[in-house]
């Protein structure tokens, strides 16, 4: 298995456009998380879905942020607009539950906004 | 805020020697858990420990878990250069599929 794959690998963009950050989960894992990490606040949970389904959005910044998960396959972080302090790294995690639910994260997507 | 918090915060130490993390929690939890993260990369688990059980093994890793304390230690033996990296204890809370990530510790394995 190709683990789980997240795009593009790096972003830079300028304050005030659209950024749109893409996973594709392990198949077979029916649950998909979005973290994003900084130096100052670690690593923040901003969203999981269940079988496609948002389950907790509590950790989600504010309403530039909305998260989509259209199938089993694919889900997507947007930010519209973007502004500098939401340069960080954004992870995505899949599992499945009942096995612990041990997390399987990607390589991430490093995100610069200027 | 962040569930839990390791000590210490970096840790640099000599190849062969034991490497000890510690991270403490607030909550009740279901399970614990222990990531790594090496640099520009995403985590990777390592080890998982239930809130019935007190220490689990594997390979060189050692977790202990004592829920009265709300704490849990890694314990790397004959440590390596390789694992040189930041490492990071997730608490599952006993409510909801939640996995709560601490600060993390940056271990430096020199050779």
């Known amino acids: 298995d190709a683990g789980v794959i997240q795009s593009p690998r790096h972003e830079v963009t300028e304050m005030g456009q659209e950024v749109t950050l893409r996973c594709k989960p392990i198949?077979?894992?029916?649950?998909l998380f979005w973290y994003r990490q900084t130096m100052m606040r670690g690593l923040e949970l901003l969203i999981y879905?269940?079988?496609?389904?948002?389950?907790?959005d509590s950790g989600m910044p504010e309403d530039r942020f909305s998260a989509k998960m259209p199938n089993a396959s694919f889900s997507t972080l947007k930010i519209q607009p973007s502004e500098p302090r939401d340069s960080a790294v954004y992870f995505c995690?899949?599992?499945?539950?009942?096995?612990?639910?041990?997390?399987?994260f990607g390589s991430g997507t490093q995100l610069s906004v200027l | 805020s962040q569930q839990g918090e390791e000590d210490p915060q970096a840790l640099s130490i000599q190849e062969g020697e034991n490497a000890t993390m510690n991270c403490s929690y607030k909550?009740?939890?279901?399970?614990l858990q222990w990531y790594r993260q090496n640099s520009g990369r995403g985590l990777v688990h390592l080890i998982l420990?239930?809130?019935?059980?007190r220490e689990k093994h594997s390979g060189r890793l050692r977790v202990t878990l004592d829920t009265s304390k709300k704490s849990s230690s890694l314990l790397i033996t004959a440590s390596r250069a390789a694992d040189t990296a930041s490492y990071f204890c997730?608490?599952?809370?006993?409510?909801?599929?939640?996995?709560?990530f601490g600060e993390g510790t940056q271990l430096t394995v020199n050779p």
């Open positions: 909550t009740s939890i279901n399970n």
């Open positions: 420990i239930r809130s019935n059980e």
């Open positions: 997730a608490t599952r809370e006993t409510s909801g599929s939640r996995l709560t």
């Open positions: 995690a899949s599992s499945i539950p009942g096995q612990g639910e041990k997390l399987f």
């Open positions: 879905f269940n079988n496609n389904v948002p389950i907790d």
């Open positions: 198949s077979g894992h029916n649950s």
